[in-house]
């Protein structure tokens, strides 16, 4: 089993429509949980920490669930900027981050 | 701004050549950097873990005298890819933080392509 799992998609919605994705993670030592964006051929950039009571930023909403060792991030009026793979990343204590192979999102107008 | 630098962003070698990529902190001091390499469509794979003044640890797979880590000062890791081979053409990016569960400033990445 993979340490970090994601569907790939892609995922292909019109602009305005509400997204999310879902990630699961295998190691339930996991302590910091992060989203990130990377567009192609671009190295990642940070979205958002994924903290346990869940938070939000914007049009992006994060949440974690400790007991089934799942992420969801949602998207809200998806914007044809939002158009990007997106990538979730856990880590452990000391050790570096471990990444899923991301999940392809593609807005249209 | 940009907080690691990374150079080259492009690079182009025929087989058996070597390549030295540069990452350099800016904003801080980094102990430790981490190198990864992403072919298409696939996750970034941690390569090793480059610790300022002290060996790299590599992960398992990775050939560490293929690919050679020097981190000789507090703000600057490179990563030499040895005797290259087609196979080697990929993304690599390094990357810093600030406490090791922090999120990670990237560099801007080296694409190798290897003919």
């Given at each position: 089993r993979k340490e970090v799992e994601q569907d790939p998609g892609p995922f292909n919605v019109p602009e305005g429509a509400t997204v999310a994705f879902n990630c699961t993670y295998s190691n339930s030592a996991s302590q910091s949980f992060f989203w990130y964006r990377q567009d192609c051929r671009k190295e990642p950039k940070l979205l958002m920490s994924v903290y346990?009571?869940?938070?939000?930023?914007?049009?992006?909403?994060?949440?974690?669930?400790?007991?089934?060792?799942?992420?969801?991030?949602?998207?809200?009026?998806?914007?044809?900027?939002?158009?990007?793979?997106?990538?979730?990343v856990v880590n452990q204590a000391g050790t570096a981050l471990i990444f899923g192979k991301g999940t392809t999102l593609s807005v249209s107008s | 701004g940009a907080v690691v630098s990374q150079h080259p962003s492009w690079v182009i070698c025929k087989s058996g050549t070597s390549v030295k990529i540069?990452?350099?902190?800016?904003?801080?001091?980094?102990?430790?950097?981490?190198?990864?390499?992403?072919?298409?469509?696939?996750?970034?794979?941690?390569?090793?873990?480059?610790?300022?003044?002290?060996?790299?640890?590599y992960e398992q797979g990775v050939e560490k005298d293929k690919f050679l880590i020097n981190h000789a000062s507090l703000t600057l890791s490179t990563l030499t890819v040895t005797s290259a081979h087609p196979e080697d053409s990929s993304f690599y990016i390094c990357s810093t933080g600030q406490a090791y569960n922090s999120p990670l400033h990237f560099g801007n990445g080296t694409r190798l392509t290897v003919t």
């Open positions: 346990s009571s869940g938070n939000e930023d914007g049009r992006f909403t994060a949440q974690l669930n400790r007991a089934s060792q799942y992420i969801s991030l949602l998207i809200r009026d998806s914007k044809l900027s939002d158009s990007a793979t997106y990538l979730c | 540069e990452c350099r902190s800016l904003d801080f001091q980094a102990t430790t950097m981490f190198w990864y390499r992403q072919f298409p469509k696939q996750s970034l794979m941690l390569m090793a873990t480059s610790n300022e003044g002290s060996k790299a640890t």
